[in-house]
């Protein structure tokens, strides 16, 4: 499907001189998860698992208990990221005189880069949580791999329902309470994810509590829950949707993360006469749960 250019312009008046932007996503997630470069196409994260227990001392030696391998494979997938534009499309825009000498206005050649950078975080912002890897240009996304508990073993808060500002303390604290006590008690602490608008359910019910935050002024309500657990506000999660989890347990793979910052510029006129100029940028991504047992989860699937 060929790039659409929809082009108004009234060229008439003063150019204001700036190009201004929707609003996108922030990829705010990434500093949440694991992220792990230079992945040839699959990786192997084996987990293994002994409950030590203690015997009555003796003179013999006899051993005991089960030690268990498993493993968890992250594969890598191709995406990209692909437009084309008609130089003469812009014959009649505010940038004539850069058609007319053969190439793209620069500050119009610039926004296009911009946004597709800032578009590609944006929505690897979505798919990294709520990616289904039978959807083309997705992979499965952590809300997907949780959702379809491959494992068996997550722990799940039973009977979800959506949350408000008067349910949403409730509902952190049964999360807190399926998060394993070797996650709560280990030495790297688990966060707790939430999307914006869980978020401002929090922020709603610390304000009608009168914890010390007040609607119109005041300092930020603290992200963090009772002073313990760091609060991860992640724009692409799903509402009503929860995970108490540590960082390192959440991977999410790529061979280069800067393959997602380089897009390349293809003027095509030296090449086949046309008048096109293409802008493409291609990268691999993919994500997996090391240890599911080490999860909670609260709403998968809860929309």
């Given amino acids: ?17 700036e190009i201004v932007k929707k609003a996108l996503l922030q990829n705010a ?35 005991t208990g089960t030690v268990t391998l498993t493993e968890r494979i992250l594969t890598l997938e191709e995406f990209q990221v692909q437009r084309e534009i008609c130089k003469k499309d812009f014959f009649t825009d505010w940038t004539t005189k850069d058609v007319l000498s053969g190439k793209v206005n620069t500050q119009i050649q610039d926004a ?14 979505t798919v990294m949580w709520t990616g289904v890897n039978a959807t083309a240009g997705q992979f499965d996304g952590f809300n997907t791999l949780i959702d379809a508990n491959a494992g068996g073993d997550i722990n799940f808060v039973s009977s979800p329902v959506a949350l408000t500002s008067g349910n949403i303390i409730e509902k952190i604290w049964a999360l807190v309470a399926k998060s ?19 978020f401002e359910l929090y922020m709603q019910a610390q304000i009608a509590a009168g914890n010390g935050w007040y ?35 959440l991977h999410l793979g790529t061979w280069l993360t800067n393959d997602m910052n380089d897009v390349s510029i293809i003027d095509m006129t030296p090449i086949d006469g046309s ?21 909670a989860a609260y709403g998968p699937g809860l929309s």
Avoid at 1 to 17: D, F, N, R, V
């Fill in 180 to 198: 394993p006590t070797a996650v709560k008690g280990s030495a790297e602490k688990p966060l707790i994810y939430m999307n914006n608008a869980t």
């Fill in 112 to 125: 296009i880069i911009e946004r597709l950078v800032n578009g590609i975080a944006a929505n690897l912002e």
């Fill in 275 to 295: 008048q096109n100029v293409r802008y493409g940028a291609r990268f691999y991504l993919g994500a997996q749960i090391a240890v599911t047992a080490d999860v």
């Fill in 29 to 63: 997630s990434m500093q949440y998860v694991n992220l792990r470069e230079n992945i040839p196409y699959k990786s192997v994260a084996r987990k293994i698992d002994d409950t030590v227990t203690f015997a009555a001392g003796t003179c013999d030696f006899t051993p």
């Fill in 215 to 249: 609607a119109t002024s005041g300092p930020e309500v603290a992200r963090k829950f009772v002073g313990m657990y760091e609060i991860a506000v992640c724009p692409g999660m799903p509402n009503n949707t929860m995970y108490m989890v540590q960082k390192s347990n």
């Fill in 1 to 17: 499907m060929a790039t659409t250019l929809s082009l108004t312009t009234t060229y008439a008046g003063e150019l204001a001189g």
